[in-house]
Nanobody, 118 residues
Framework: QVHLLQSGGGLVQAGGSLRLSCAPSRSIAGTDQMAWYRQPPGKQRDFVAGISIDGATNYADSLEGRFTISRDSAKNTLYLQMNGLKLEDTAVYYC????????????WGQGIQVTVSS
């Protein structure tokens, strides 16, 4: 069974930065997309950023260019650099590694708390 191990969350003041990391416990064959989602308290889980195996990225419009998704293929690790953090960025952040060709599958991280204080 594959586990995605997340790290880098915590408490930060508004305007600060954090970098989240996500790495699988073993290589996942056929992964072609990776992404970050977040779930604020009492709200649904929403898309934050995604990156494909060829490096193409896309972001939620609301981020206003403050976040950057990247991956280190040699380390098989996904990152989310978050700058200019705002109170509304407080959420549990989840990473996902996806295989979009048959047999499709999603592998989710356990989630990590990011809390932005004023």
């Amino acid at each position: 069974q594959v586990h995605l191990l997340q790290s880098g969350g915590g408490l930060v003041q508004a305007g600060g930065s954090l970098r989240l990391s996500c790495a699988p416990s073993r290589s996942i064959a056929g992964t072609d997309q990776m992404a970050w989602y977040r779930q604020p308290p009492g709200k649904q889980r929403d898309f934050v950023a995604g990156i494909s195996i060829d490096g193409a990225t896309n972001y939620a419009d609301s981020l206003e260019g403050r976040f950057t998704i990247s991956r280190d293929s040699a380390k098989n690790t996904l990152y989310l650099q978050m700058n200019g953090l705002k109170l509304e960025d407080t959420a549990v952040y989840y990473c996902v590694f996806r295989r979009t060709v048959w047999p499709t599958n999603d592998y989710w991280g356990q989630g990590i708390q990011v809390t932005v204080s004023s």
